[in-house]
Nanobody, 121 residues
């Protein structure tokens, strides 16, 4: 079993900051790409940012310069530092990880349960 547990969501005023964390636990051999996605009410889930095991990052245009993704491979944890938050950033944020559980197992996608981020005055 593999579990992704997110934390750090909440309510913040426009211009404020939040830091999300996502820790993977369970039977894990290696974690490759980790990332954050978000889904606003009535909209499809969209990519926010991803980071490879080696540290290469990719961001959605809408968050470039405001959000920073990072990871701690020793702790199987990915972070999302969100600065200059705006009302349009309001969404449920989901953690995603590409995980190989054993040496013979394929890569599988795992998702966290989601954490709510609300930006409002």
């Amino acid at each position: 079993q593999v579990q992704l547990v997110e934390s750090g969501g909440g309510l913040v005023q426009p211009g404020g900051s939040l830091r999300l964390s996502c820790a993977a636990s369970g039977s894990i051999l290696s974690i490759y790409v980790m990332g954050w996605y978000r889904q606003a009410p009535g909209k499809q889930r969209e990519l926010v940012a991803t980071i490879t095991r080696g540290g290469s990052t990719n961001y959605a245009d809408s968050v470039k310069g405001r959000f920073t993704i990072s990871r701690d491979n020793a702790k199987n944890t990915v972070y999302l530092q969100m600065n200059s938050l705006q009302p349009e950033d309001t969404a449920v944020y989901y953690c995603n990880a590409n995980i190989r559980r054993t040496i013979l197992a394929p890569l599988d996608d795992y998702w966290g349960q989601g954490t709510q981020v609300a930006v409002s005055s």
